[in-house]
Structure formats: C-alpha cells, structure tokens
C-alpha cells in the first residue's frame, strides 16, 4: 500500500498560508501552545465582539439616529448571525461526536 503524501500545490492557494499537509510529521503537533479548545474559546471571542458591534449599530439607527450608513448595521447583523451560525453548527458536530465515541463498544 501506498502512503499518502501531501500535495504541494495547494499551499500556494490564498488563504492557506502556513496549512501543511497531513503526512507532515510536524502538522501533528501544537505549535502555537493553543490547541482546538484554545481556537474555539477564541472563535467564541470574536462571535461576542461581532454580537457587541451589530448590537450597538442597532441602537445608534434606533435611539438616536447618529448610524450614518444603514448598510454597515445589516452587515453587522449578518456577520453576527452567520458566525452563531457555524459556532452551534461545529458544537453540534462535537457533541455528536463525543456521543458516537462513548457509544463505542471497548
């Protein structure tokens, strides 16, 4: 059987700078110190302070007229919902599987 290499080319991709391939030997192992809980906590991070400015936006167009731009608010607002979105979509994936993983059979 063959092993499987990593494919050089899609490094050169934008927005997968630093991504190596999964025969990488150092691609196992946390260089940063922050693992998947430390990237999650800061996922939660960002929604909160993506929920604060369409919070705010909401009531500079409500209370006292002051948003300049509507379109600055909407998109705040579906930043926002879109980040809640894929935050509960990824938490509901690992709840389904640490259930599939304590259903195994040892």
Request: aromatic content about 2%.
């Amino acid at each position: 059987m063959n092993p499987i290499t990593s494919v050089s080319g899609l490094t050169s991709l934008p927005g997968l700078s630093g991504v190596t391939g999964a025969a990488d030997p150092s691609a196992t192992t946390a260089t940063s110190g922050s693992g998947f809980g430390g990237m999650l906590a800061n996922a939660v991070d960002g929604l909160s302070g993506l929920q604060n400015t369409a919070n705010s936006a909401a009531v500079k167009a409500v209370t006292s007229g002051d948003l300049t731009d509507i379109h600055q608010a909407t998109l705040a607002a579906t930043r926002a919902q879109v980040t809640m979105e894929l935050v509960t979509a990824v938490r509901n994936k690992g709840i389904d599987a640490f259930n599939q993983i304590m259903s195994m059979q040892a």
